[in-house]
């Protein structure tokens, strides 16, 4: 049976915030059910906990350090996962989550993990330029079409010009629409085993230092030039 969610308010999670902070533990936002929030320009001194939660609307994070970890495993946010040039010194954890429209990381840091084990993105998954110390992982996750009042998302995948510090686990990944891994740097292993791409596969000028492990990859097109 499903934990029952607790409502909160902005104040609310934002007083939860600076209570953790000075408290010097991680802020509990797990279970809550809560409204859209933006966060531009802030420095947090915490993790940030949000298992379980259901958000009503976009998470915005631009231009914020997080000194900590973020945990969005098992929630629904309804529509935008946003982050832009932010600094976090910890892990991005979504594990299962669902994320009704667009997840964009771009040209964010990530001191250690990003894992989106799991996963459901309706609209395409954006980590163009981010740069991750450990492992990206995207085992399990699909990526989706959605129509929206503006015209349709494609559920594409793009990790452009993104330098890795680990892995890249795609395994058993499906994306409704292409894959562009263009110019991107993986230090560790690129596994791609059973991975689905509805649309074209783009590698060109993609370096990775481990093993690139493609047993069962199926895609539209291959466009490879790796190095």
């Known amino acids: 049976m499903d934990k029952p969610l607790e409502r909160f308010t902005l104040d609310q999670l934002l007083r939860e915030i600076k209570n953790a902070e000075r408290e010097n533990r991680p ?7 809560l409204p859209e929030f933006s966060f531009s320009e802030k420095e947090i001194n915490t993790s940030l906990n949000f298992k379980g939660s259901t958000i009503q609307g976009a998470v915005y994070f631009d231009k914020c350090t997080i000194n900590g970890n973020i945990n969005f495993s098992n929630c629904l946010i309804y529509t935008t996962l946003y982050f832009d040039n932010s600094q976090i010194n910890g ?6 989550a669902r994320i009704r ?11 250690k993990n990003i894992d989106f084990e799991g996963s459901k ?7 163009n330029k981010i740069q991750v110390g450990g492992n990206l992982n995207l085992k399990k996750v ?3 079409d959605i129509e929206t009042p503006t015209g349709n998302i494609r559920g594409d995948m793009y990790l452009k010009q993104a330098k890795i510090g680990g892995s ?4 058993k990944a499906f994306f409704q629409g292409l894959g562009d891994f263009q110019e991107t740097d993986i230090d560790g292993d690129f596994n791609l085993k059973d991975a689905r791409f509805q649309g074209i596969l783009i590698l060109t000028g993609t370096s990775v230092e481990g093993e690139t492990i493609a047993q069962g990859l199926k895609c539209k097109n291959l466009i490879a030039h790796l190095t």
Do not use: C, H, R, T
């Open 101 to 111: 429209e667009v997840v964009n990381l771009i040209s964010s840091k990530f001191k």
């Open 142 to 144: 699909e990526i989706f």
């Open 91 to 96: 892990s991005l954890i979504a594990k299962n």
């Open 27 to 33: 802020a509990d936002l797990s279970y809550k059910l």
């Open 121 to 127: 993105v309706s609209g395409f998954l954006g980590l």
């Open 168 to 171: 890249v686990i795609l395994e």
